[in-house]
């Protein structure tokens, strides 16, 4: 079941990172290591930059509660520095993207 999960992760991650790159962001996603959390600053999946800005971002599945958006938002943001929670809706094949609440 875990595999499952990751497998379904990776490909969520891999759409994010794809959707970024048609709009002109440079994305980095952190190869996975085993034993080690691959989370970036152990809340953030992708980091995507661009001339304008950077966008720390978490990738989801849909839920009823996403999950680590409080950590997340609670943060205090640098400026040109944003914090985005995707959340992938896999009925409409779309995100939900979560800015800076």
Do not use: T
């Not at 080690?36 to 980091?47: A, C």
């Not at 930059?49 to 950077?54: A, R, S, V």
């Amino acid at each position: 079941m875990k595999v499952q999960r990751r497998k379904r992760g990776l490909r969520i991650e891999k759409l994010a990172v794809d959707c970024l790159k048609k709009n002109k962001f440079l994305a980095w996603k952190p190869i996975r290591v085993r034993f080690h959390s691959q989370d970036i600053f152990g809340l953030f999946d992708i980091i995507a930059i661009n001339k304008k800005e950077l966008k720390l971002i978490q990738v989801q599945k849909e839920r009823k509660r996403p999950y680590k958006i409080k950590k997340i938002f609670k943060l205090k943001i640098p400026q040109k520095v944003s914090f985005e929670l995707w959340v992938y809706n896999s009925k409409d094949k779309n995100f939900k993207i979560y800015k800076d609440i």
